[in-house]
């Protein structure tokens, strides 16, 4: 648990420790998913921030198999973890954005391995179909299985200009339909969207709580290259987040937080070959430690 002033708040850590018994890494995966914001079923061009990758930067090669891929990522992580267990985790694009048959190949061959202990789902919250909760909650009854939905921010406008693609509705609709089904749903919340405030990103906070998420992953809003936002930073229509600004508006969102929701991450980085701005963030060891202090001090 970290201090949070005269409270604390639930690291993924120690949930992990508390739920499996153990140290638990996730091994990010490649299912060959794209997205309806860049097939054209909504948009071509896809949200403003993401990258070519689709967030998946550090997820193994598409082109394996599954099993392929777990083994190869599990070398890359030993270093990290020498006596634990592993989730697999669907991370680029929209990982529940394909035919029924091709989800359940996928999803089944993740969770077979003795070594895996859930499964973890990035997508979007217009993209989960009854078919889709069904096999999920089917394999929730095998091995644990959690949902992460990009809901960045509740201010409508910006989720507009961003080209998120559905209302908050939608979000508010999704996470009450997986957790009718007992699966776990956490929350990806972006800090430092153009023209947003402290105020937004904690209504964004406040707004995943009452929906019901029992996680969130706070991100920086980090410029890619070749991204639309890389162009609007480049022609100076917006500035980024100072690290101690940041920090300050992280804060503010982790202190309205209930006890039992997981912080999964308190802040996200970009590849460093890509990163175009903030520069300070590529220093994760640094960022981190300043944060933690941060967080701390109460």
């Avoid at 604390?8 to 998913?33: A, H, I, M, P, Q």
């Avoid at 709580?209 to 480049?234: M, P, R, S």
């Avoid at 101690?244 to 309205?256: A, H, P």
Wanted: charged share 30%; net charge positive.
């Amino acid at each position: 648990m970290k201090k949070r002033g005269g409270t604390v708040y639930k690291t993924l850590n120690d949930y992990y420790k508390e739920k499996f018994g153990c140290k638990v890494y996730k091994l990010s995966l490649d299912g060959g998913f794209t997205c309806p914001n860049r097939d054209g079923k909504i948009d071509t061009r896809g949200c403003i921030f993401c990258s070519a990758s689709g967030g998946g930067e550090f997820a193994e090669k598409r082109c394996e198999s599954i099993e392929a891929q777990l083994e190869r990522a599990k070398i890359r992580v030993k270093s990290k973890i020498k006596d634990g267990k592993f989730i697999a985790y669907f991370q680029a694009f929209t990982n529940t954005y394909a035919p029924i048959e091709k989800l359940k190949k996928l999803y089944y061959d993740a969770v077979a391995p003795d070594y895996i202990v859930g499964l973890a789902i990035g997508t979007r919250p217009d993209c989960l179909d009854g078919e889709v909760i069904a096999l999920l909650s089917e394999i929730n009854k095998i091995k644990p299985v959690s949902v992460e939905l990009g809901l960045q921010t509740s201010n409508e406008k910006t989720a507009e200009y961003i080209r998120r693609g559905y209302k908050n509705e939608t979000y508010f609709n999704a996470v009450k339909r997986l957790k009718t089904e007992n699966i776990e749903v956490v929350t990806h919340i972006i800090i430092g969207l153009p023209n947003e405030t402290k105020l937004d990103a904690v209504n964004t906070t406040l707004c995943a709580v009452n929906a019901g998420t029992n996680g969130v992953k706070f991100h920086l809003l980090h410029i890619l290259k070749n991204t639309d936002l890389e162009k609007e930073y480049q022609n100076g229509e917006f500035n980024c987040l100072s690290l101690e600004e940041y920090g300050e508006i992280l804060k503010e969102c982790i202190s309205v937080l209930p006890f039992d929701t997981v912080v999964h991450r308190i802040t996200g980085d970009g590849a460093k070959k890509d990163l175009v701005a903030p520069l300070w963030s590529a220093d994760k060891k640094k960022v981190l430690n300043y944060l933690n202090k941060l967080l701390q001090k109460g």
